[in-house]
Nanobody, 121 residues
């Protein structure tokens, strides 16, 4: 069974940093586009960042450009989302997902259960 598991969330003060990890089993993340999504209370799921299979240019939401960075470690079969200069509006549950392409939210094949990020002001 394919599993994605996120970790690294927590409570951080505004201006702080976190690194989220997404570890996969039964699939090789290097063969997939990997995306991070987030969902804040009462809001829709938002794609934050996506890195294509080719490790080419990634796409980031305007709200996180210059502050968040996506990467993957092929040997560890793990993807990361580095969050910096965090703001209270970044508070959300963060999910990683895998798909052959950096697609729309409803097209991603595999999802993790999510990790909570809370940013205090």
């Amino acid at each position: 069974e394919v599993q994605l598991v996120e970790s690294g969330g927590g409570l951080v003060q505004a201006g702080g940093s976190l690194r989220l990890s997404c570890t996969a089993s039964e699939i090789k993340l290097e063969n997939y586009a990997i995306a991070w999504f987030r969902q804040a209370p009462g809001k829709d799921l938002e794609r934050v960042s996506c890195i294509p299979r080719s490790d080419g240019s990634e796409s980031d939401a305007d709200s996180v450009k210059g502050r968040f960075s996506i990467s993957r470690d092929k040997l560890k079969n793990t993807a990361y989302l580095e969050l910096s200069s965090l703001k209270p509006e970044d508070t959300a549950v963060y999910y990683c997902a895998a798909d052959p392409w950096c697609s729309r939210v409803d097209e991603f094949d595999y999802w993790g259960p999510g990790t909570q990020v809370t940013v205090s002001s």
